[in-house]
């Protein structure tokens, strides 16, 4: 299991020997493994991007690609686009999907807090609506604009749901004459003050760990685990009727701590929310809280990419 920051070894996360491992850095360019490129762009003073193409097929009846910006997890804390963990996992993401993906290297706490990391998200998203017509080589070339998703895992997850109540309730990216096609949440950041059944299963250290993580990254909250932007479901959180999207994939894991409260998210969106949209579930057997990052090799992985890769067609 990796000493680095998923929640599966939450135990180690804060320590600062995670924190110096989550600073190595690999180079952007040509994968030999997928031959998927990348490079590294700035979006603005504060936040920056590494940018996935995946091989052009020349043969594709669609000259177009899909669009993901995708939302490294790492509990806000540690690792950045340049992570060798993230960065590999990109590179198949793409290459299976055969989708670009723009991943934002938001900045981290505690030395940022909550929001800090959702207004750099929403200002890459609003970089990509406002440059249509004048976007990065790249995007201008090759991506559909009618197919923009929002994606992330762990934390990242956490971050495509607050970007997409943040669409459904300001409606700025239609002011952009730009609409998300979908989400997709991987294993999300959930929490609560009332433990669930798969919270109370976890580790105690583990438990604990991420018992305080909002707390951390959020310290001007005052409704503390109930906060709803870590539970979405908290009495007196706004609608999930307002997502501003009208497809999601919600990925689970079936070890994950904080997989009933995934589940409980799913559930509250498609029986009881009056969401407008189609939501789909894909649950991993027997894995783990981000096992794509730590297996990125193995069959369940391969799996996820495929279910992925078929959301997006």
């Known amino acids: 299991m990796t000493t680095l920051l998923t929640f599966s070894s939450t135990k180690t996360a804060l320590s600062s020997g995670s924190r110096r491992r989550s600073k190595r850095r690999h180079p952007a360019g040509l994968d030999p493994l997928t031959n998927v490129d990348s490079k590294d762009i700035r979006i603005s003073d504060d936040v920056s991007a590494r940018i996935y193409l995946p091989p052009i097929n020349i043969?594709?009846?669609?000259?177009?690609?899909?669009?993901?910006?995708?939302?490294?997890g790492g509990g806000f804390c540690i690792y950045s686009s340049a992570s060798p963990i993230v960065h590999r996992h990109l590179n198949g993401l793409a290459a299976v999907?055969?989708?670009?993906?723009?991943s934002v290297d938001y900045r981290r706490a505690p030395e940022h807090h909550i929001p800090v990391q959702y207004d750099d998200c929403w200002a890459a998203l609003e970089w990509v609506a406002s440059h249509r017509s004048d976007a990065e080589p790249w995007l201008l070339d090759h991506a559909d604009y009618d197919r923009v998703y929002l994606a992330g895992d762990s934390a990242g997850g956490n971050i495509v749901h607050n970007l997409?109540?943040?669409v459904g309730s300001q409606g700025l990216i239609s002011n952009y004459d730009l609409k998300l096609a979908g989400?997709?949440?991987l294993d999300p950041y959930f929490w609560g003050k009332n433990l669930t059944a798969s919270e109370k299963a976890a580790d105690p250290v583990l438990r604990k760990k991420l018992d305080q993580l909002w707390g951390m990254i959020c310290p001007e909250s005052t409704a503390g685990n109930d906060d709803p932007r870590v539970n979405p479901l908290a009495a007196g959180a706004p609608s999930l009727a307002d997502l501003g999207c009208t497809r999601m994939l919600l990925c689970t894991s079936e070890k994950d701590a904080m997989r009933d409260r995934a589940l409980?998210?799913?559930e509250a969106l498609t029986k009881s929310s009056g969401w407008r949209g189609t939501a789909e579930l894909y649950e991993a057997a027997g894995e783990d809280h981000e096992y794509y990052l730590n297996h990125p090799d193995s069959n369940s992985t391969a799996m996820l990419r495929a279910r992925i890769a078929a959301f997006l067609t």
């Open 164 to 166: 997409a109540m943040r």
């Open 264 to 266: 409980m998210y799913y």
């Open 183 to 185: 989400t997709i949440l």
């Open 59 to 72: 043969n594709s009846t669609s000259t177009k690609l899909s669009l993901i910006l995708y939302f490294r």
């Open 97 to 102: 999907s055969s989708s670009i993906i723009l």
